[in-house]
Nanobody
């Protein structure tokens, strides 16, 4: 049974930074690409960033403009999301998910139907 456990979210002031972590168990971690998603109140869950199984390829939504960086440590079965220059509109619950394929295509991730989600980690950015 696959389990994902997200952590690192908290209340932060605009302009601040956070690093989110997601530990995965129940699968061979380095067989999978990993993605981060977020869901703001009253909105649909949206794709944020993805990383290939070996970390050599990354894809981000255009609106991030270099503020976020996704990385992974396969020895720890963990994927990270470094978030800098945070804005109030980044307020959301953040989720990670493994994926059998990596794509440079935001629509690929936003249209996939995933069977499960972790509990997420809440990021709140105050103005």
């Amino acid at each position: 049974q696959v389990q994902v456990v997200e952590s690192g979210g908290r209340l932060v002031q605009a302009g601040g930074s956070l690093r989110l972590s997601c530990e995965v168990s129940g699968l061979v971690f380095d067989d999978y690409a990993m993605s981060w998603f977020r869901q703001a109140p009253g909105k649909e869950r949206e794709f944020v960033a993805a990383i290939s199984w070996n970390g050599n390829s990354r894809h981000y939504i255009n609106s991030l403009k270099g503020r976020f960086t996704i990385s992974r440590d396969n020895a720890k079965n963990t994927v990270y999301l470094q978030m800098n220059s945070l804005k109030p509109e980044d307020t959301a619950a953040y989720y990670c998910h493994p994926d059998s394929q990596f794509h440079y295509d935001t629509d690929y991730y936003n249209t996939r139907k995933y069977d499960y989600w972790g509990q997420g980690t809440q990021v709140t950015v105050s103005s």
